[in-house]
């Protein structure tokens, strides 16, 4: 492959270009078509130098003395050979399959190890699986698995999470207001899976300033609303927005506001929700005055926002956390009920859309533009689990569980092969986590990080970073396609995904069937050509490949016409009916009824908020928002991860009022607890979060104790909140995480040693 002049690559924090001298990366300069490049995009560079970098197959030494997984993320590794060690997984991989079956090897891995299509760890480690025999996997995902299981129900498949947003530009054109559930909180624009050659959240917000539009952020802390003139912020109780939204349609359907053309023609059930709004089917109006005692707001707020949305057009978004609780089908279902009930889905860019201020892209133009990775294989086996039940499937083999409508068994794990991702991130109770990860016979780790994932496996294998191979970048929401140079060889004895899978299937007997005689140099310029005729099928000239790859970049021409969401749908419900069981929008499922729900959108609080008999104990309620100077734990001992840290903790947002109740200051070390775990932090006193609420970002390493706490907790040395966090499921509905319905308390530890007089004053000091 010919090398270009200028070295270019991308990360899922944006493109860049790399300057290299002597075989070492200096540094590296945003690309230069970025209106807005994020201050992250050093992080991809400090990755491949990471002082906990993994840089030779390690075997860990309690398997070695045949310990059955006990030693898991406390013991001590000892490095061998590439081939012992590919020697070691294809043996574990055919005992397992042998003995117990396909089913048995679990294929984990979550998709965000590379911003390259080709190097997509996920993909090649289940086509890898699928072409020794098949493998037990997961669906859908922690940001949004939920509403991704649920709401396909009630808009059809093809208008659910993974539908494209209306776009914002034509938001901006034709809405008056965005009323946005959890904000547009600008952390999130610069993230993309894939990579994206433009990060569009400036551009987004000056021209809904410039259009005077009206955006009104609900959500537990004012960090979520956008930094543009006029924006209005209204504080929430956290997991309360499912009231909130049924006392808006309360309000709507008790003055006459609501569109009864609309919902008469275009969804089915209303009468059913009509009937549980006003309170003739338990006996409970959700009136302005219930909903205010729940939430928080004021009931003559919410009656006043009703009304104003009633009179101007406008657009109702949510973030994914929304539905990261208990019960979180509920609020989107709401969501789709109160714009059904204002009648304005599919018109010019009004409606609901769900993901705006989630990711970079979401309401951009609908680019599509095509991309793709080394292609999948069937599975033959049909075994699969939600992504966030893995500690429930470990710890409970052959159990049944309901999932969207269906009864299912968990299978028997005896081996796990891990290749992208880290649930000792994602995933929530880490202790119960850390326990059923002792469970399975073996596990294999492809890591470049020392973190959690790779301390409790029983073999780690070495794994190149995006910058120490050929790729090809981007994202269908973004108008570049992207090339990604090799800027340096691979560190230590690391080596890519692929070519790890390639020689294991060699030594199991289907080398041909995984590679197709292919390289991955092979495999990227072949997917540049399955690109260049999708394109051309649109009437898209590109060039070929050595000129793209020398050029380093392919921009998609503008879409000619914006759509709004369900546009086709509005025109013509007849001739484009929905994918639901009616045809409509349904706000009403007798299905759900039959899970033993009520079958429509409803408030259910749940076990652990603050109007629960928990709270009494437990009186803060803790969020996990997505880290500020990292992706994930991607990147959790860069500087701009550092940043966001005093004294090696993580920071703990806290009301000032529930600082003084517990004699708290800013920076003081404190200790986040609960009956499941304890973890560490520094505190930071935050006038904007609502009180009841502290705020921890997860991605801190998880290290784990030695030392019980007391019989039931363990702690954390770090400042990992998913050790507080509970793994249960949304409901049956969806099964997703629940990361957000979480309760603590804080006490002080240690105070700063630098202590701010001024702050001790404020704390009642002296």
């Known amino acids: ?24 990366i200096r540094d590296v300069a945003p690309f230069e078509f970025d209106p807005a490049p994020s201050p992250l995009l050093r992080n991809a560079v400090e990755m491949v130098y990471a002082p906990n970098r993994v840089l030779k197959p390690a075997v860990r030494a309690g398997w070695l003395k045949g310990d059955g997984g006990a030693g898991r993320g406390q013991d001590d590794f000892i490095e061998i050979g590439w081939d012992e060690a590919l020697d070691i997984v294809a043996a574990q991989l055919a005992r397992t399959r042998k003995l117990y079956g396909d089913a048995a090897v679990f294929g984990g891995s979550y998709g965000w190890a590379s911003a390259g299509r080709v190097h997509h760890a996920r993909g090649l480690l289940h086509r ?82 410039q259009n005077g539009v009206r955006v009104i952020t609900v959500s537990p802390f004012r960090d979520d609303s956008p930094d543009i003139p006029g924006a209005e912020f209204i504080s929430i109780r956290p997991t309360t927005d499912c009231a909130l939204i049924l006392a808006l349609i309360h309000i709507l359907i008790t003055e006459n506001l609501h569109d009864r053309a609309f919902l008469a023609t275009y969804t089915s059930g209303f009468e059913t929700l009509e009937a549980y709004v006003m309170g003739t089917s ?153 326990t059923a ?59 890519n995904d692929y070519d790890i899978f390639a020689a294991l299937a060699e030594r199991l007997g289907y080398r041909k069937t995984f590679t197709e005689g292919r390289t991955t ?8 050509e399955r690109s260049r005729a999708t394109l051309a099928g649109r009437g898209i000239d590109t060039p070929d490949f050595e000129t793209f790859w020398e050029q380093g970049y392919f921009r998609m021409p503008e879409p000619k016409r914006m759509k709004t969401r369900l546009e086709d749908f509005r025109a013509d419900p007849e001739a484009n009916p929905v994918e639901t069981a009616t045809g409509r929008i349904m706000l009403s499922l007798p299905q759900v009824g039959e899970e033993g729900l009520p079958p429509h959108a409803a408030w259910l609080g749940a076990d652990e908020y603050l109007g629960s008999a928990l709270a009494s104990r437990y009186p803060l309620h803790l969020l996990t928002p997505q880290p500020p100077g990292r992706l994930h734990s991607q990147g959790g001992l860069s500087t701009a991860s550092g940043a966001h840290r005093r004294n090696g903790y993580e920071i703990l947002r806290i009301n000032p009022k529930d600082a003084r ?37 997860p991605g801190a390493d998880y290290l784990g104790s030695r030392r019980a706490v007391d019989p039931v907790s363990q702690l954390d040395r770090g400042s990992n909140p998913n050790i507080l966090t509970r793994d249960v499921g949304t409901s049956v509905l969806g099964q997703g995480c629940t990361a957000q319905s979480c309760l603590v308390d804080v006490r002080l530890v240690q105070r700063s040693p630098n202590p701010d007089p001024a702050a001790t004053k404020r704390m009642g000091g002296s």
């Open 282 to 434: 338990d006996g409970v109006p959700k009136t302005p005055a219930w909903a205010s005692a729940i939430t928080g707001i004021p009931a003559e707020m919410i009656a006043g926002l009703a009304r104003d949305l009633a009179r101007q057009p406008s657009m109702i978004t949510a973030t994914w956390s929304l539905q990261r609780a208990a019960n979180g089908e509920q609020p989107f279902w709401a969501i789709i009920s109160l714009a059904s009930a204002l009648g304005r889905i599919g018109l010019p860019g009004q409606g609901f859309g769900f993901g705006y201020g989630s990711i970079n892209g979401m309401g951009d133009a609908g680019y599509k533009t095509p991309l793709s990775g080394v292609p999948s294989l069937p599975n033959p086996v049909t075994s699969h689990i939600p992504v966030a039940r893995i500690t429930d499937m470990l710890m409970n083999p052959g159990q049944g569980y309901r999932y969207n409508f269906q009864t299912r068994h968990y299978p028997d794990i005896r081996l796990i092969y891990w290749a992208g991702g880290n649930p000792f991130h994602h995933h929530q109770d880490l202790n119960r986590l850390s």
């Open 661 to 697: 109740d517990r004699e708290i200051a800013d920076d003081d070390v404190v200790e986040v607890f609960n009956d499941r775990g304890v973890c560490m932090a520094v505190a930071a006193l935050d006038p904007g979060l609502c009180e009841g609420v502290v705020r921890l970002p």
């Open 1 to 24: 492959m010919k090398s270009p002049r200028q070295l270019r690559s991308a990360s899922h924090w944006g493109a860049f270009r790399i300057e290299v001298d002597r075989g070492v």
């Open 521 to 528: 140099d092979d495999w990227v310029k072949r997917q540049w």
């Open 437 to 495: 990860f002792r469970k399975p016979d073996f596990v294999a780790v492809h890591e470049i990080i020392w973190n959690g994932t790779a301390r409790h496996s029983d073999i780690v294998l070495p794994a190149t970073t995006a910058l120490e191979r050929n790729d090809i970048g981007g994202s269908s929401r973004d108008p570049f396609i992207l090339a990604m140079h090799r800027a340096i060889n691979p560190m230590g004895d690391a080596r």
């Open 128 to 209: 890898f699986l699928a072409a020794g025999g098949g493998f037990t996997g997961q669906e859908t995902n922690y940001s949004y698995g939920a509403a991704m299981a649920f709401i396909p129900h009630v808009v059809g498949k093809s208008e659910g999470m993974s539908s494209p947003l209306t776009p914002l530009a034509q938001v901006a054109e034709n809405a008056r207001i965005i009323l946005a559930f959890g904000g547009l909180p600008a952390k999130n624009w610069e993230v993309q899976s894939g990579g994206s050659g433009v990060h569009a959240l400036s551009g987004h917000l000056h021209t809904l300033t």
